[in-house]
Structures are given as structure tokens and as C-alpha cells.
């Protein structure tokens, strides 16, 4: 299978889960340290992953390399997980042009070329599946910050899933989406340090008392991705605790 994003949050998490699940994993990132780390980690526990670093998912080119590689290297591919993406936040009134088109480039057209360089693959294997990484800004509004590009991007995720759903269903090829809100990653952990960050009163304020972990949302990924859910297809999970629904 195929990871995007895998050198930290919630791509190394699924990494770890799917590799522990008996999957053969091919991540990639722009991090080359961190994807590494992520591969050692998944050896040492016994599973088996590779990895290329950096790749530019945002380019045809790089996506078209790495997922070259992979299929070569394991004769095809059953599972895509669109794990990565990069977003610029902060209010309308300063977003500019070149923040516009980076998150644009780098939350939904490697998506995009990801899936369009593995298309033929998991087409021709029957029974894949394609999970896209969206979010709850693509429904909602109002969240921790401003980011009017990020939850553009990710409403295109979830509409572009649905139309890969109806592509793919000719080929036995399922595409699902899951929409995380507020989750722990090492970024996000850095604003907890602060004390006095507003992040403070969204986790206090949560009905389960706490934001999510990566690895709650990889769970959710694994699910979709297995036999269990082998009747779901075009549909989005929202992966927020039942945080909409005291908001």
C-alpha cells in the first residue's frame, strides 16, 4: 500500500498500524530525516515499509516517481492513503496569492497526482481502495484559526473523492475520504505548549475532554481500508470526538 506524509502525526501512525496489521507499506515526504525515522521505526517493530524522500507530491513528476517505484517494486498497489498535506493559515484579509496557490498545490492537487499516477495500478488490481485525507474545515466555517485556503482545498477533497468513487466503481475501485478536526501533531503540540493558546479552551471545552491523536484517526483509516468496510464507498467519516455537536 501507499502512504503519503509518512515522516511524522498521522502518516507514522498509520505506518506503524497498517505495518503491524501485516500491510507492505511505500511512504514518501519531504522530510527526509523524518521518513527515515518512520521506517526504522516500523522495522524494529517487524513490519516492512520503504520509503522515498523528498518527493514533491505537488508535481506530476514527483508523484509519478514515487508511485512508479512502488508498483514496480511489489507488482501493484491495493490501498492509496492520501495522508499529506501542507496548508497556510491566518485571516482572509492577509491571505495572499502565493498562500492561496501553495495550500491549493500542496492539500489538493498532490492529491490529484498521486491518485492520477496510481490510477491505472489500482484499477487494474480490482478490490483497491483510495482514502483521501480531507477535514472538518471543509464543512465548517469557523475553527482555531482563519483558513479560508485550507478548508477550500479540503471541500475539494471531498468532492473530487466522490467523483473518484464513481470513476473507480466500474474497476471495483472504492474511494472514501475521512475528515479529522483538531488532532496532536508535532505542530500542533508546539501552540499546547503555550499555556495561554486558545487551543487550550477547545480541548477543555471537547466533549471527550481531549483533542485527537494521530493514532485515532489512523484507526479510522485502517477500517476503511479493510474488508469490514468493503460495502463503503463515496462517503466521508468526521473524525472530531462530537465536537459539532455542542458547537
Not at 492509496?80 to 492537487?109: H, K
Not at 478490490?127 to 472538518?136: E, F, Q
Not at 482563519?146 to 473507480?168: D, I, N
Request: glycine share 10%; net charge negative; proline share 5%.
Amino acid at each position: 500500500m501507499l502512504i503519503t506524509g509518512t515522516a511524522g502525526g498521522q502518516g507514522r501512525a498509520a505506518a506503524e498500524l497498517f505495518c503491524a496489521e501485516g500491510a507492505r507499506v511505500v511512504g514518501c515526504d519531504l522530510n527526509a530525516a523524518g521518513a527515515q525515522e518512520t521506517v526504522s521505526r516500523v522495522r524494529a517493530a517487524g513490519g516492512e515499509m520503504t520509503s522515498m524522500a523528498p518527493v514533491d507530491l505537488a508535481t506530476p513528476e514527483g508523484a509519478g516517481e514515487w508511485v512508479s517505484a512502488a508498483v514496480a517494486a511489489y507488482d501493484g498497489v491495493d490501498v492509496l492513503y492520501n495522508n499529506a498535506g501542507v496548508p497556510r493559515v491566518g485571516p482572509f484579509e492577509d491571505l495572499t496569492w502565493e498562500d492561496w496557490r501553495f495550500t491549493i498545490s500542496n492539500e489538493l492537487d498532490l492529491i490529484y497526482t498521486v491518485t492520477k499516477a496510481a490510477w491505472p495500478a489500482l484499477c487494474a488490481r480490482g478490490g483497491a481502495t483510495v482514502i483521501n485525507t480531507a477535514s472538518v474545515s471543509g464543512y465548517r466555517g469557523v475553527a482555531f484559526a482563519p483558513q479560508a485556503a485550507h478548508g477550500a482545498a479540503k471541500g475539494g477533497v471531498l468532492s473530487f473523492t466522490r467523483h473518484l468513487a464513481a470513476a473507480g466503481a466500474p474497476h471495483r475501485v472504492r474511494a472514501n475520504s475521512i475528515s479529522p478536526a483538531l488532532t496532536v501533531t508535532d505542530q500542533i503540540r508546539r501552540f499546547l505548549e503555550d499555556p495561554d493558546h486558545p487551543m487550550h479552551e477547545i480541548r477543555r471545552n471537547h466533549p471527550l475532554g481531549r483533542l485527537a491523536d494521530p493514532e485515532d484517526v489512523a484507526r479510522v483509516a485502517l477500517f476503511l481500508a479493510s474488508d469490514d468496510a468493503a460495502y463503503l464507498n463515496a462517503i466521508d467519516i468526521v473524525i472530531d470526538g462530537g465536537q459539532t455537536a455542542i458547537d
